[in-house]
């Protein structure tokens, strides 16, 4: 088999807004967390061709979520709360990292490639049938640009990669 990527070797990450966020797993209780560039795009037909050309124009990106209501599991309830509480616009916003676990950083120990977005949370449903668990699901919507650096799964911290890396 090619050396394939699976779901556990991306690690999710979930913060408040602050100087020093003190950021948490998104692991237990997530049932989905995917993520979708939503590249925008324009087309063009320049009059000497049959066909058009699409070009990417910017992204749109937002990572679909479910989750499984856990009362101890501290980031399901962070975005629980964005829906429960109606939250809006700077209160709906979190610190979102995304590490790949498959791209150690050879010097460093616990440390990985990553990425970190500022987000707002969507809540789009809270549902759940008798008997069954509460499923809290939505969206973290992208706002702004991103940053890429690194991010050590042990200290729970995102270093910015330097300019030109």
Same mark, same amino acid.
């Given at each position: 088999m090619a050396n394939t990527i699976q779901r556990f !070797?991306?690690?999710d990450y979930i913060a408040e807004k602050s100087e020093t966020p003190d950021f948490k +797993?998104?692991?237990?209780g997530f049932t989905q967390l995917d993520e979708n560039p939503n590249a925008q795009t324009e087309e063009?037909?320049?009059?000497?061709d049959k066909a058009s050309t699409t070009f990417? *124009?910017?992204?749109?990106? !937002?990572f679909p979520f479910e989750?499984? $209501?856990?009362k101890d599991q501290e980031a399901v309830m962070m975005l629980y709360k964005v829906?429960? !509480?109606? $939250?809006?616009g700077a209160d709906a916003e979190f610190i979102y990292v995304r590490v790949n676990l498959f791209e150690p950083v050879p010097s460093l120990e616990n440390t990985y490639k990553a990425r970190k977005f500022i987000v707002s949370c969507e809540c789009s $449903? +809270?549902?759940?049938?008798g008997g069954e668990n509460i499923v809290c699901s939505g969206n973290l919507n992208g706002v702004g640009n991103f940053v890429e650096g690194t991010f050590n799964t042990?200290? *729970?911290v995102f270093t910015e990669a330097e300019s030109g890396s």
């Amino acid at each position: 088999m090619a050396n394939t990527i699976q779901r556990f !070797q991306v690690a999710d990450y979930i913060a408040e807004k602050s100087e020093t966020p003190d950021f948490k +797993f998104m692991g237990v209780g997530f049932t989905q967390l995917d993520e979708n560039p939503n590249a925008q795009t324009e087309e063009t037909v320049y009059i000497c061709d049959k066909a058009s050309t699409t070009f990417i *124009k910017n992204y749109k990106p !937002q990572f679909p979520f479910e989750s499984t $209501l856990i009362k101890d599991q501290e980031a399901v309830m962070m975005l629980y709360k964005v829906g429960e !509480q109606e $939250l809006t616009g700077a209160d709906a916003e979190f610190i979102y990292v995304r590490v790949n676990l498959f791209e150690p950083v050879p010097s460093l120990e616990n440390t990985y490639k990553a990425r970190k977005f500022i987000v707002s949370c969507e809540c789009s $449903l +809270f549902a759940g049938k008798g008997g069954e668990n509460i499923v809290c699901s939505g969206n973290l919507n992208g706002v702004g640009n991103f940053v890429e650096g690194t991010f050590n799964t042990a200290t *729970k911290v995102f270093t910015e990669a330097e300019s030109g890396s």
